[in-house]
């Protein structure tokens, strides 16, 4: 496994450069986000952390897992059928989360709290004014995530990703989408938020079981992170996250670069596996064809033929 790569080209924490955001492969921004006073308050001690979150808190109720202690803080599945979890849900006001957190920070085997992908400006609005991310014109969707020593299973997003570290530490594990054969992902539903994620406890893996993740950890890339620095990973990148200490609050924006009217390509995953997949293999190899026409290999001449008003969908 490789380290991240640091990111060494031209950087402006108030107009990300277009290099980094549009980047093919994972980059680290070291210190870049050091000036938010978010991570000075969180430099000084967690309680200082808390009073400045709750100085932007509006009241809103927040949702929040937990996990027993012997989770080990792995959000997770709760057995083998894979239809259940291994954590509860809560709604809960933000001063009893980070109450919740600050009592636990001493205890040796504490329960897992965690807070996930919740809308910053939805519960803390102004926080972004002082706490600006630099994405420019981008229609991004920031979220906050937060809680103790929590590990997030590896999966991927689909849109592209800026992860600050705003308190605490984040390890973060990476692996180029072609790693998908080999990191066992799960089923399609249920899973724990919305994404698929891998079988394989980092943690310890069962290479008996699961013996194509040695080939997944050597095309892997796994980087710490401090309060202040980012780590920028490209859409469908699969990630496995841990939080590595008592407190730890991360700020993430998503964006995507395509049109307003293209839908997730999940989408058609789904409706591909009702209607492609147990085709006879005679039609599916015509359908190959078909997809590899007009979808991977379309060009201006794919339609050329066509009046434009006539060209509808294509």
Known sequence: MRAVPDWTGPFDP????AEL?????????RGGFAHWPVVQAARQSDEQLARYLLGFYNGVRIGMFQLEPEARGRVFYADESLRDFNFKRYAATRDQVLTGLLGLAQAPEPPALYVGSTTVEAVLPGFLDANGMGLGARDALVSLW???RTRVAAHYDLPDNLAVVAAGRRRFTLFPPEQLHNLYLGPLDPTPAGQPIS???????DLERFPRFALAWE???????????AVFIPSMWFHHVEGLAPLNLLINAWWR?????VDSPLSTLRLALMTLRDLPEKEKRVWQHHFQ???????????????????GLL
Do not use: C, K, S
């Open 146 to 148: 937060m809680g103790n």
């Open 199 to 205: 079988l394989v406890d980092f943690a310890a893996p």
């Open 14 to 17: 108030q107009a990300l450069p």
């Open 293 to 311: 026409h007009f979808i991977w290999g379309a060009d201006a001449d794919t339609w050329a033929h066509l009046p434009e008003a006539a060209r």
């Open 21 to 29: 955001l549009t980047a093919a492969r994972p980059y680290v921004v």
């Open 257 to 261: 670069q395509t049109p307003d009217y």
């Open 219 to 229: 095309a892997g890339e796994r980087v710490e992170l401090e309060p202040g620095d």
